[in-house]
């Protein structure tokens, strides 16, 4: 779309620390830019199943033994990003910046605790509103781009999670290396972690765990088309003083007769402790992958996922571990766990109403260790519906509805719930 005079200002006044580097065209640093900001109403409820259970959240300022049994909020969230271009050049500079506003509609000290909204430390009641902001650096020689500030990493070893009002950042430097056809090679160092639900940037924890964190996350790793089908991966990455991990990932897409596809998607992570903090206790082999066979409007899978090892599958705190039973709420990485998953899609476009999607899945766990006890068992069903209105007036307005059901005996370790998370969106481009 054209830009005005106005909205080539606020691109400068906005992504002005790069105007101040002496010598430089910024015709491209501008003329490329873009600004989006995404309006996300999110509602989200947890009704936990086993009553009072020495786990489930603690109502503060009551009694030890009086817990919740029900959780619920509703927010809104304000998500803008501006993209600079690159400055002219052999060596292209620019500068990207990411601002995160959080706004509380309903909440209360009782029904808090779905880490949709920054809690007070004191009184444990969501605050009113919270937010961050954050900008990005970044360099391009030739198709090679290197960035430091906040970033958003998607890769197999860590991914920021975007699965509540307002996503998780890092903060930290990271290199994508385009240089030869067919091959990405990724790099990163980061430093801090600010939450989903919080304006405050802490070093990262392994999840599970109340032990002090760290502040070095190092990975490398590439990712290689062998053909148009076959797509090969190998990625490292260590907390530091906490655990190393390894990680060999496959996908191959196939094409069969008219409108129908099998997918084959295998991942292999081998984890172990890195330095004194956690040695021993991190101890995980991980084997899972999924198989999908796509016809016309419908898509059927079937994953498997085992653990092998003495102890759990290690992540960051809040981060979406890259499993294929990663799922709603569970993540079915227990120590010596297996679980499959049946799922299916459905696009109705195909039948007239484009916009509209469904996916159902069902996974199940179990040879989970319990020490002594029984092998523990776990379950969960999810439902996701959404729509996503393609013209007209409301065009890009998204509404989604994602239910889940979950239940085990791990009595210790989670809990049962019931849950509800209806999600309103909408991005206005503004330029």
Avoid at 27 to 51: H, I, P, T, W
Avoid at 292 to 318: C, E, R, W
Avoid at 342 to 368: E, K, Q, T, W
């Amino acid at each position: 779309m054209p830009r005005s005079p106005l909205a080539r200002a606020i691109t400068l006044a906005s992504l002005g620390s790069c105007l101040a580097l002496p010598n430089l065209a910024h015709a491209d640093f501008v003329k490329d830019s873009k600004a989006s900001l995404e309006l996300r109403n999110f509602y989200m409820n947890r009704d936990f199943r086993q009553g009072h259970d020495d786990k489930l959240p603690t109502v503060t300022g009551k009694s030890p033994k009086e817990f919740k049994s029900y959780s619920e909020e509703w927010a809104q969230g304000f998500l803008f990003r501006a993209e600079s271009g690159y400055t002219e050049g052999t060596v292209g500079v620019g500068v990207d910046t990411l601002g995160l506003l959080g706004v509380r509609l309903d909440s209360g000290r009782g029904r808090s605790g779905t880490s949709l909204l920054q809690l007070d430390k004191e009184t444990g009641e969501a605050q009113s509103d919270y937010g961050s902001l954050g900008a990005t650096g970044k360099v391009k020689i030739s198709k090679s781009v290197m960035k430091v500030g906040t970033l958003q990493p998607k890769n197999p070893v860590v991914q920021a999670s975007d699965s509540r009002l307002l996503p998780q950042t890092f903060q930290g430097g990271s290199l994508n290396v385009l240089e030869v056809d067919n091959l990405s090679l990724n790099a990163g160092a980061l430093s801090k972690v600010k939450q989903r639900n919080s304006s405050d940037h802490e070093d990262m924890t392994l999840s599970g765990s109340s032990s002090r964190g760290s502040d070095r996350f190092n990975f490398g790793g590439a990712d290689y088309a062998l053909n148009k089908n076959l797509t090969l991966s190998y990625y490292y990455a260590e907390l530091e003083n906490i655990y190393q991990q390894n990680f060999a990932g496959l996908v191959y897409l196939q094409p069969l007769s008219e409108g129908q596809t099998l997918k084959a998607d295998l991942r292999y992570f081998d984890s172990s402790d890195n330095g004194n903090q956690y040695a021993g206790r991190i101890d995980n082999r991980a084997l899972n992958g999924m198989l999908t066979y796509g016809v016309g409007a419908h898509s059927f899978g079937l994953g498997y996922q085992q653990m092998n090892g003495d102890k759990a599958f290690p992540f960051i705190t809040d981060s979406d571990p890259y499993l294929v039973n990663y799922v709603q709420i569970g993540n079915f990485a227990a120590a010596e766990e297996r679980s499959w998953q049946a799922r299916y899609d459905l696009n109705f476009a195909s039948y007239g109403i484009p916009g509209l999607s469904l996916m159902s899945r069902y996974v199940s766990g179990d040879n989970i260790d319990r020490g002594a006890q029984s092998n523990g068992k776990e379950w969960e069903r999810d439902t996701d519906i959404a729509y996503v209105q393609p013209d007209g007036t409301f065009k890009g307005v998204g509404i989604k509805w994602r239910n889940a059901t979950y239940r085990s005996n791990l009595v210790k370790t989670t809990e049962d719930l019931d849950e509800n998370r209806l999600i309103l969106s909408y991005t206005v481009a503004l330029w």
